[in-house]
């Protein structure tokens, strides 16, 4: 009896380690197949078809690339044309510096805002100072030059008032042969136009400004007569408007209306009006189109919208002229009429004359 007991004992226990062995192998399995499953899952497409999913990526990741590629050419192109930028300016400041002269004051394309005044004539600051450092400098030419006049100063031998220069290292002549010649003429009823018919039958295109004409345009033999003149400012749009044509305009904007990129010749009589019209010619840089500057200066007042003491006012008329000489121009022709009276400023001084005609040429000008 008690060997059967144990005998039982034995199968029980024996049952009971197959049922946890059995139960251990099964957990076993799970895990193996849930880690194979999870791994399976997560493991990258094999390689052969691709899905869409990632044809879609794969092509946007290429047009990524693509796109950040051609941004770093256009850097890289952007950075050199740059540097080739610098280079050059450095290389043109390298070669100013190099020059044994003195540069002449670069063109300034934006417009300035006034003019730089030279130092005074003397300590003392006075009139009679300034006024023969001015006028020693008008009265002396700065080059020589074969000069084309006007047909009644050659008829009777006499010293013309106007002149152009014709000498052939200068562009006028070249341009006369080459029918490209142009000639703007400003004056108020001249009665003397005999250098602008000269010009004309040399074959030049003559343009003659007077707001005193009646009609608007007029051809007049080989030139042609505009109702127009020049000035230091534009009028007001609101006057504009009211009437159809305006009297007066800047040279930059009459250059523009007409088409006109240039003006070989540029003659004005502007009635004490010069001084202004000038330092707008300055300020706005419209020199570099111009070859040569014939101009009557007024002395016997300031000019209009010209201030200051006398010897302020002389000094701003010299100031005024050396911009011009650094803007390439230099004195050919000077001439003074004697039966003008000798008043400078309401004064006898140095026995100058109220009134002078200069011409000069731009030596560095290339149409």
């Given at each position: 009896?008690?060997?059967?007991?144990?005998?039982?004992?034995?199968?029980?226990?024996?049952?009971?380690?197959?049922?946890?062995?059995?139960?251990?192998?099964?957990?076993?399995?799970?895990?193996?197949?849930?880690?194979?499953?999870?791994?399976?899952?997560?493991?990258?497409?094999?390689?052969?078809?691709?899905?869409?999913?990632?044809?879609?990526?794969?092509?946007?990741?290429?047009?990524?690339?693509?796109?950040?590629?051609?941004?770093?050419?256009?850097?890289?192109?952007?950075?050199?044309?740059?540097?080739?930028?610098?280079?050059?300016?450095?290389?043109?400041?390298?070669?100013?510096?190099?020059?044994?002269?003195?540069?002449?004051?670069?063109?300034?394309?934006?417009?300035?805002?006034?003019?730089?005044?030279?130092?005074?004539?003397?300590?003392?600051?006075?009139?009679?100072?300034?006024?023969?450092?001015?006028?020693?400098?008008?009265?002396?030419?700065?080059?020589?030059?074969?000069?084309?006049?006007?047909?009644?100063?050659?008829?009777?031998?006499?010293?013309?008032?106007?002149?152009?220069?014709?000498?052939?290292?200068?562009?006028?002549?070249?341009?006369?042969?080459?029918?490209?010649?142009?000639?703007?003429?400003?004056?108020?009823?001249?009665?003397?136009?005999?250098?602008?018919?000269?010009?004309?039958?040399?074959?030049?295109?003559v343009h003659c400004f007077d707001p005193s004409l009646k009609q608007p345009h007029l051809q007049q033999?080989?030139?042609?007569?505009?109702?127009?003149?020049?000035?230091?400012?534009?009028?007001?749009?609101?006057?504009?408007?009211?009437?159809?044509?305006?009297?007066?305009?800047?040279?930059?904007?009459?250059?523009?209306?007409?088409?006109?990129?240039?003006?070989?010749?540029?003659?004005?009589?502007?009635?004490?009006?010069?001084?202004?019209?000038?330092?707008?010619?300055?300020?706005?840089?419209?020199?570099?189109?111009?070859?040569?500057?014939?101009?009557?200066?007024?002395?016997?007042?300031?000019?209009?919208?010209?201030?200051?003491?006398?010897?302020?006012?002389?000094?701003?008329?010299?100031?005024?002229?050396?911009?011009?000489?650094?803007?390439?121009?230099?004195?050919?022709?000077?001439?003074?009429?004697?039966?003008?009276?000798?008043?400078?400023?309401?004064?006898?001084?140095?026995?100058?004359?109220?009134?002078?005609?200069?011409?000069?040429?731009?030596?560095?000008?290339?149409?």
């Amino acid at each position: 009896m008690t060997k059967q007991w144990m005998d039982m004992g034995r199968e029980r226990l024996t049952r009971g380690l197959l049922l946890r062995l059995g139960v251990l192998l099964t957990a076993v399995c799970v895990c193996v197949h849930v880690y194979l499953e999870t791994s399976w899952r997560g493991a990258p497409t094999p390689m052969g078809r691709p899905t869409q999913s990632s044809q879609n990526r794969g092509q946007q990741s290429r047009t990524k690339l693509e796109a950040e590629e051609r941004d770093r050419s256009i850097k890289r192109r952007i950075s050199y044309v740059r540097t080739l930028k610098k280079d050059s300016q450095a290389r043109k400041r390298d070669e100013d510096r190099e020059e044994p002269s003195p540069p002449l004051r670069p063109h300034r394309k934006s417009p300035r805002w006034h003019i730089d005044l030279e130092p005074w004539a003397g300590e003392s600051h006075t009139l009679e100072e300034e006024a023969k450092r001015f006028l020693n400098y008008i009265t002396t030419p700065q080059v020589s030059c074969a000069s084309l006049t006007g047909e009644e100063a050659a008829e009777e031998g006499t010293k013309a008032a106007w002149a152009a220069c014709l000498d052939p290292k200068y562009s006028l002549t070249h341009r006369i042969q080459g029918k490209h010649c142009r000639v703007y003429s400003f004056g108020l009823g001249v009665d003397d136009r005999s250098l602008e018919r000269s010009l004309a039958r040399a074959g030049c295109e003559v343009h003659c400004f007077d707001p005193s004409l009646k009609q608007p345009h007029l051809q007049q033999a080989e030139m042609w007569l505009h109702r127009l003149s020049v000035d230091w400012r534009d009028p007001n749009p609101a006057i504009v408007a009211q009437r159809q044509y305006a009297n007066t305009k800047k040279l930059a904007t009459i250059l523009n209306d007409f088409g006109h990129r240039q003006v070989d010749v540029l003659k004005a009589d502007m009635e004490s009006a010069e001084w202004k019209i000038l330092e707008n010619l300055v300020l706005e840089g419209v020199l570099d189109s111009v070859g040569q500057l014939l101009l009557e200066l007024h002395l016997h007042w300031a000019g209009f919208e010209v201030g200051g003491d006398d010897p302020s006012v002389v000094r701003y008329w010299f100031s005024l002229l050396k911009e011009v000489e650094r803007a390439n121009f230099r004195l050919f022709h000077v001439n003074s009429d004697p039966a003008k009276p000798h008043l400078f400023l309401h004064k006898n001084v140095l026995n100058a004359s109220s009134a002078y005609t200069l011409s000069w040429v731009n030596t560095e000008w290339k149409p």
